[in-house]
């Protein structure tokens, strides 16, 4: 069994974020970047499921679309565990730009099971995981808490809005995941860290493909009014307020 | 121009979030002069398919017949389906796990342009641009359509309810999909029967770190049940295990917008403030003046929320007496 971890770069989570050329661009001077969140949950459990005996995963490949810049992001899946990665060289566009270059990366490289997050941390889209799989013309399984494979089939717990089901699905397939999929993320280790120099990175052209949306400007939010602030000993005062002044008791 | 709306059901039922689904759907067809047809899948009432007409729904197609549980290739294909039939050249769900999981292979399929968790009307109709958070809630960005049709996921809570009055008319819907193609097989549904969900709360009592221990929750719990709303906590509480993983609220968790979020012993690390800074009105408690969540809060008290919760249990429970 093949498995792909789509990996995105982004900002580090702390970053206070700004814009240039008359807020129409994301300033990116003096970002840290990192892993996006939950493809590194991602990550991590296909490690586990790799490292577990009883599964038959061969093989785990790590792909990112987007510039050089991003390839130090690719050595940490690398050193997290990933046997090689792929960059689709881009400056990455709007999720259907970078689904269909994932698309193109999965139909060279026949994977059986694809994960994606089910965000990435910068510009909160949920899209691409979906429409990869849409474009593959292949099952897709969201908001995906825990998986394992049974039989050559995964089986999925997923998170509907008021429960959760189990669901097992046949490969190839992609997982679109969130929170649960594993406990912590895995940090890489001095050893990963050496032998993730000498694992293949492969870079790849990017193909012709149609953005469908243009993120035209950004706005900061308001700034908010100050706190207001009443005594530890005043907690009726604090009721008083909220009852009449916001008015949401 | 029509626009159609997926209204999902739970058992049979809309909740608000339909409804507000509804209102936003028809606003927005004023905008681009045309009417909205809901869309529901699954077995509904018809006085309850109807009751749409009171938030703007003209038309509601009705596929009763689907099969259980959400296989996200069959409800492309079903709501494909319904967009071709009605015409539609903008579709509206909701920002929640199904409008992510259908939303983007539509937008394939359709070969309509996608924004996701939109918070607001657009701010023109031709092109479309659409107002939605980035960088986890610390910006805004407008959003531009490109294509000819569009699909908007709306972020839970950030649109009122308008009602328009009128009933909708109703219309058995036979999309013509094959379910012999379906994939994902269901094995196992846990419902959280009776619970208010986090996402529906409009309170939300939140507990972190600073609450110290798993056997301190009791006062929060007591809140929540006085006021009607539901229990969160920050990302190491349910880490630790403390709550239940369906309680982390932040930017790897649940990202809600109730009309009060009440943070007890929560520093307001940015990673929390993400999935919690639309809340119309956040009250904190912190032992530490200088915790970040005094800036992100409208009322606070520098205390010990070991001390405060109980009082205010008590003085919440006198005020709503009254
Ligand atoms: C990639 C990433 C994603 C993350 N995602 C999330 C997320 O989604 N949600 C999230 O919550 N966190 C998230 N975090 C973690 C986040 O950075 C913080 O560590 C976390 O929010 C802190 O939780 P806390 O406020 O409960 O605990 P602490 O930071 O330990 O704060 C406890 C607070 O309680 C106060 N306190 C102590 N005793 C009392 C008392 N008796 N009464 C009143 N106050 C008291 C202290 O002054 C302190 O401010 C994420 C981190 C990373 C790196």
Redesign the pocket.
């Known amino acids: 069994m093949r498995i792909l971890v789509c990996i995105s770069n982004v900002p580090d ?1 702390t970053t206070k974020v700004k814009f240039s050329n008359d807020n129409t661009a994301f300033d990116d001077s003096g970002v840290q970047w990192i892993i996006n ?1 939950w493809d590194e949950l991602a990550l991590t459990r296909t490690m586990e499921l790799k490292e577990d005996a009883s599964n038959p995963v061969s093989n785990v490949t790590v792909v990112t679309v987007g510039p050089a810049g991003a390839e130090p992001t690719l050595r940490k899946a690398l050193a997290i565990g990933a046997d090689d990665a792929i960059r689709v060289d881009a400056e990455s566009g709007d999720a259907h730009f970078v689904a269909a270059q994932l698309a193109s990366v999965v139909n060279d490289g026949e994977y059986d099971m694809i994960f994606c997050g089910i965000e990435s941390s910068d510009y909160n889209g949920s899209a691409v995981g979906g429409m990869l799989s849409e474009m593959l013309d292949i099952p897709s399984v969201s908001a995906v808490s825990s998986l394992r494979i049974e039989n050559g089939e995964a089986v999925i717990t997923r998170d509907i809005d008021g429960g959760k089901e189990e669901v097992s699905v046949p490969t190839p397939f992609v997982g679109v995941v969130q929170k649960g999929i594993a406990k912590e993320p895995r940090i890489a280790a001095m050893r990963g860290i050496m032998m993730a120099r000498k694992k293949p990175l492969q870079v790849v052209p990017a193909i012709e493909a149609e953005p469908l949306i243009h993120y035209q400007e950004y706005v900061m939010p308001e700034p908010k009014a100050p706190c207001k602030m009443i005594e530890a000993d005043q907690v009726k005062e604090l009721v008083n307020l909220l009852q009449n002044e916001a008015k949401v008791l | 121009m029509s626009v159609l709306v997926y209204t999902e059901n739970w058992d049979g039922k809309f909740k608000k979030l339909s409804l507000e689904l509804v209102s936003y759907a028809s606003s927005l067809a004023k905008m681009v002069g045309g009417s909205v047809t809901a869309l529901s899948i699954g077995k509904v009432e018809q006085d309850e398919l109807s009751a749409l007409g009171a938030y703007g729904a003209t038309n509601v197609l009705s596929v009763d017949d689907a099969p259980g549980g959400l296989d996200n290739q069959l409800y492309t294909s079903i709501i494909t389906a319904a967009m071709e039939m009605t015409g539609s050249k903008v579709l509206v769900l909701a920002h929640n796990n199904t409008g992510k999981a259908i939303a983007p292979r539509l937008s394939v399929r359709l070969k309509a342009g996608l924004a996701t968790g939109v918070t607001a009307l657009p701010e023109s109709v031709d092109p479309l641009v659409v107002p939605k958070k980035v960088f986890s809630g610390k910006a805004f960005a407008k959003v531009k359509i490109l294509t000819d049709s569009a699909i908007l996921t709306l972020a839970q809570n950030s649109f009122e309810l308008t009602e328009t009055g009128g009933s909708a008319s109703i219309e058995a819907f036979d999309p013509g999909v094959d379910v012999a193609g379906v994939r994902t097989s269901i094995r196992d549904v846990q419902k959280q029967e009776g619970k208010l969900l986090l996402s529906d709360a409009e309170v939300v009592i939140s507990g ?3 609450m ?1 221990s798993t056997d301190n929750w009791g006062p929060i719990e007591e809140l929540a049940e006085v006021l009607g709303g539901a229990t969160a906590c ?4 349910s880490d630790e295990g403390w709550r239940p993983h369906e309680e ?6 649940k990202i809600i917008a109730p009309n009060l979020y009440m943070a ?9 403030l ?2 919690v800074s639309s809340s119309k009105c956040i009250v904190a ?4 003046k200088d ?1 970040p ?1 005094f800036e992100a809060a409208d009322y606070g008290i520098v ?4 001390k405060v919760l109980p009082e205010l249990v008590t003085e919440i429970k006198a005020a709503k007496a009254q």
């Open positions: 989570t969140p | 972190g770190r600073g110290k920050s990302r190491p509480v982390h609220t932040g930017q790897t968790g007890f012993g929560i520093s307001g690390a940015i990673q929390h993400a999935g408690v912190n032992t530490d915790a969540i205390g010990d929320a070991l």
